[in-house]
């Protein structure tokens, strides 16, 4: 039995991975699928001090207190961030990182320096009333559904638990400073389909951090794999388990 802890993206919740959940459950694995503070049942917490250090303390937090080892441990997008810094932390109990379709830094990076066109969604921000609040998809037309997902039910679904996200989290750094981080292998997976114009996503190198070869899947569909292709992305992530 392998456990994944399976960590949203900006904007979203926990919720959006009830679709995958019970398909890893199934197989005989443990599951943790936690809200960051700020979303979903917890927006009422957020607020111009939270930034990506508090998420990345939900998550060493969640590890630490459940006292879980070999971790599979699966960021989303802005959460590529969070996954980074908490193996960081606790990297003895990680078995491995994946980034699904995922901001990937190096040390001392923030958001801006992984996805530049993050730059204009912090400057509204901090012009905007509130001075911290970035609405879902600010200043982003999708081309093609709401992050990826076109079904109207599923977008309905999605909409309901999106929530606004806090500057901060885009302008602290990742910490990737202790080495024994370098030895948790890493795979990512791309989400191919109705990529956003002017989002560019970096390279992945041919070798690893640990020195093995680099291991990318790609999934034919949009942004939010985990709503639009649950199946395809349980069956690649029971790969890891």
Same mark, same amino acid.
Do not use: K
């Given at each position: 039995m392998?456990?994944?802890?399976?960590?949203? &993206?900006? !904007?979203?919740?926990?919720?959006? !991975?009830? #679709?995958?959940?019970? %398909?890893?459950? /199934?197989a005989g694995h443990r599951v943790l699928a936690p809200t960051?503070? &700020?979303?979903?049942?917890? /927006?009422?917490? /957020?607020?111009?001090?939270? &930034?990506?250090?508090?998420?990345?303390?939900?998550?060493v937090g969640l590890i630490t207190e459940e006292d879980l080892t070999d971790v599979v441990l699966v960021g989303h @997008?802005?959460?590529?961030?969070?996954?980074? @810094?908490?193996?960081?932390?606790?990297?003895? #109990?990680?078995?491995?990182?994946?980034y699904l379709d995922a901001m990937v830094p190096e040390d001392g990076e923030s958001a801006v320096d992984v996805m530049p066109f993050t730059q204009a969604m912090i400057d509204q921000a901090l012009t905007s009333e509130s001075g911290w609040r970035i609405p879902p998809l600010a200043g982003m037309e999708p081309s093609s559904g %709401?992050?990826?997902?076109?079904?109207?039910?599923?977008?309905? !679904?999605?909409?309901?638990?999106? @929530?606004d996200q806090p500057v901060r989290c885009l302008q602290q750094p990742v910490r990737l400073d202790n080495p024994a981080v370098?030895?948790?292998? #890493?795979?990512?997976?791309?989400?191919? /389909?109705?990529?956003?114009? &002017?989002?560019? #996503?970096?390279?992945v190198p041919a070798i690893q951090p640990n020195g093995g070869p680099s291991q990318v899947w790609e999934l034919a569909t949009g942004h939010d794999c985990m709503i639009t292709m649950p199946g395809e992305l349980t069956e690649l992530l029971l790969k890891l388990g």
């Open positions: 392998s456990t994944y802890l399976l960590v949203h &993206g900006a !904007w979203h919740s926990g919720q959006c !991975w009830e #679709r995958v959940v019970p %398909l890893l459950t /199934a960051l503070t &700020g979303y979903g049942d917890t /927006a009422h917490l /957020a607020g111009p001090e939270v &930034g990506l250090d508090t998420h990345v303390d939900d998550i @997008s802005y959460a590529g961030l969070v996954i980074s @810094s908490a193996a960081n932390r606790v990297p003895e #109990r990680i078995a491995q990182l994946v %709401l992050f990826g997902v076109t079904e109207p039910a599923d977008v309905e !679904w999605l909409r309901s638990m999106l @929530s370098n030895a948790i292998p #890493r795979t990512h997976i791309h989400c191919v /389909a109705d990529v956003p114009e &002017g989002i560019t #996503r970096r390279p």
